[in-house]
């Protein structure tokens, strides 16, 4: 199922206002939210040029948030209609696009969309001919034909399917490589490089032979001093470290006195539900916080939740606008349009902004090595950000290629990314493998490309675990001697894997088309178990301590289950929305599930 899409809307949309049988208008769309926010409309209908009916604001896209969020009709059952009730029925293209509809979908019913939205998935075929679509507060199913003729024009072209897709940072549908606009949200997804001026080209140019130098400088004079303290013997770099720590922890397990406690067992998710929340209509992503607190990032401000009573402890505007919540280390990052806020979580206080200055996709982190990397697909590039100060500390590019997934190890001495390249006939997917903590400019970038679309990446213990579009799963060795050779094993897993997690003694494939989820051994990439789900799995996450995976499933069968990965027993969770997404929280004791249909918060113990 897909998350409702909102269209840019123009500030000067006009709606006529009838309130109990009073008609009022043209008024202008701001007119209109003052009015509704002071409370002076009771019980408003609209209508605007083009459209002969008046409607509940609800139905309207420029005014939907305003009210409350319909709930989905039941699928059509029998005879779709052919056309529109007569009021309705001469509909004018722009009144239609910003009406909100309910559509026919190949997993259930999903929206409210937009009217440009729906003709958009009617022209590129990625919403079938066939389908109907109800109109928000008017009962019954209508051929979505009928209502949007564009459509049919193109209804006998020969659509290929692309080999590969990235995801549209707006509107978060698929879109095909090479394209330079979204066609289901109309959005410019594909930006050149930015002219630089002398002084800033200048700049660049002294930055880049400073990151370049100090290495060097640094690796020189560190070498004359470890040579020097000891007696002229200089490590080589692939000497092994001494496992100091390793074998202390290993003889304090083995050799622990008999009366001394045992340390405290690691706490889990028992699948059950301790809260449920609502929260407000323009919410996009949820997380649970530590002291028990959900933050909630809102169009329009970042609040703290307290989820017993359902009153938002605290709020910030400073925030505003975030699409997606991070945790990285003891700060929240929250992601925006073109920066992200890293903030503290108890009082929202904005820490330090960090500017990448284009849209980012929900990225990877390594706490423990002060990283963070966040791909870009409108700037064709992945950030590095410092956590420790908060700061960008590189920007790598990869020829014109376009990002996509992308995974961290712990240590943060390896970054992979799936990237697709635009230009037609050229290599397929591939992986790009870089050092996140190298200069690009003072490192060799190394590619491996793959005869398959790249679904998804994951980083364990020097090697990546590749989802293919092929329904296979590959590993790649990341160091020594086999470093980015053909895939040393490969292995068949559900069919169409979006989502892959490397816990430690797991590997756990998510898979839409096979409604499954798949575990394999890491270490030959065998299938462990297999899941069958009944529906197409949507979000997957894996707890910090490795040892439990939720699972969200879609449409028909919507559901949250709690698997435990060394047994592969799943726990259906007793939750009644259908979810959108799922986050443990720090302990691996709690989790939050996010409902961005029903604009409700399940927090899980």
Same mark, same amino acid.
């Given at each position: ?13 006009? /709606? ?9 208008g043209? *008024? ?23 459209c ?13 948030? *305003?009210?409350?969020? %319909? ?14 009730p ?13 009406l ?24 590129? =075929? ?5 389908? =109907? ?7 019954g ?11 049919? +024009? ?11 897709? /990235? ?10 490589? =090479? ?12 930006? #050149? ?15 880049? *032979? ?12 560190s ?20 496992? #100091?720590?390793?074998?202390? @922890?290993?003889?304090t ?10 340390p ?10 301790a809260?449920?929340?609502d929260?407000a ?11 028990g ?15 017993? @009573? ?28 073109t ?10 206080r904005?820490?330090?902004?960090? +500017? ?5 996709? %929900? ?10 990397? /966040? ?9 590095v ?11 790598f ?10 995974? *961290? ?29 190298v ?40 160091e ?22 490397a ?18 051994? %890491?270490?030959?990439?065998a ?79």
């Amino acid at each position: 199922m897909h998350a409702p899409f909102w269209a840019p809307v123009s500030p000067n949309a006009e /709606f006529f206002v009838s309130e109990q049988g009073n008609i009022r208008g043209p *008024l202008r769309l701001e007119a209109i939210r003052r009015e509704i926010g002071s409370g002076s409309l009771k019980d408003p209908l609209f209508r605007m040029e083009g459209c002969k009916r008046f409607l509940p604001g609800a139905a309207w896209d420029p005014l939907s948030d *305003l009210f409350s969020s %319909p709930s989905p009709p039941d699928p059509p059952e029998g005879v779709v209609a052919e056309a529109l009730p007569r009021d309705l029925a001469k509909l004018e293209p722009q009144a239609r696009d910003k009406l909100l509809w309910f559509v026919e979908d190949t997993d259930g019913v999903m929206g409210p969309v937009t009217g440009a939205f729906v003709a958009r998935g009617l022209m590129t =075929g990625r919403i079938p001919m066939s389908s =109907g679509v109800s109109l928000v507060s008017v009962p019954g199913w209508i051929r979505g034909t009928a209502v949007f003729p564009a459509a049919l +024009e193109g209804a006998t072209a020969i659509r290929k399917r692309p080999l590969s897709t /990235f995801t549209c940072p707006y509107c978060l549908e698929p879109v095909m490589v =090479g394209s330079t606009s979204c066609l289901m949200c109309g959005e410019f997804v594909g930006i #050149a490089e930015p002219r630089l001026g002398v002084s800033r080209a200048s700049g660049l140019v002294l930055g880049g *032979l400073a990151l370049v130098l100090a290495p060097l400088l640094g690796g020189a004079l560190s070498v004359r001093g470890e040579g020097r303290s000891a007696g002229g013997a200089i490590p080589t770099a692939n000497a092994a470290p001494a496992p #100091a720590s390793a074998s202390a @922890s290993a003889s304090t397990s083995a050799e622990r006195a008999p009366d001394e406690p045992a340390p405290p067992a690691q706490r889990r998710l028992e699948g059950k539900v301790a809260a449920q929340i609502d929260v407000a209509v323009d919410a996009e992503a949820v997380m649970l916080l530590p002291q028990g607190h959900v933050a909630v990032a809102r169009r329009t401000a970042f609040d703290v939740v307290d989820p017993k @009573s359902g009153v938002v402890v605290t709020s910030s505007r400073e925030a505003q606008g975030a699409r997606v919540i991070e945790r990285v280390g003891g700060a929240l990052y929250a992601l925006g349009q073109t920066r992200i806020g890293a903030l503290e979580p108890e009082s929202l206080r904005v820490l330090r902004w960090i +500017e990448p200055r284009a849209p980012l996709l %929900p990225g990877a982190a390594a706490p423990s090595a002060g990283l963070a990397v /966040f791909p870009s697909a409108v700037d064709r590039s992945v950030v590095v950000v410092g956590t420790e100060h908060h700061v960008e500390i590189a920007r790598f590019r990869f020829g014109g290629a376009i990002p996509s997934a992308v995974a *961290l190890d712990a240590e943060g001495a390896f970054a992979v990314v799936a990237v697709a390249d635009p230009r037609p006939r050229a290599y397929p997917d591939a992986i790009e493998v870089f050092a996140p903590r190298v200069a690009p400019s003072a490192q060799l970038v190394r590619r491996l490309s793959l005869v398959d679309p790249v679904a998804a990446v994951a980083v364990r213990s020097g090697f990546a675990f590749v989802a293919l579009g092929s329904s296979r799963l590959a590993r790649v060795a990341l160091e020594g001697k086999g470093l980015l050779a053909a895939p040393d094993v490969s292995r068949e897993t559900c069919a169409d894997p979006v989502f892959v997690r490397a816990a430690p003694r797991t590997l756990v494939v998510g898979c839409r088309a096979g409604r499954a989820l798949s575990l394999h051994a %890491p270490a030959t990439l065998a299938q462990d178990t297999r899941l069958e789900l009944g529906s197409p799995v949507i979000a997957l996450e894996v707890s910090p301590s490795g040892d439990q995976a939720l699972v969200v499933t879609g449409a028909p069968s919507p559901a949250v289950y709690v698997v435990d990965l060394a047994t592969g027993e799943p726990v259906r969770v007793d939750v009644t929305d259908q979810v959108t997404s799922v986050r443990f929280g720090k302990d691996a004791g709690s989790a939050a599930a996010f409902s961005a249909r029903a604009r409700r918060v399940w927090v899980l113990r």
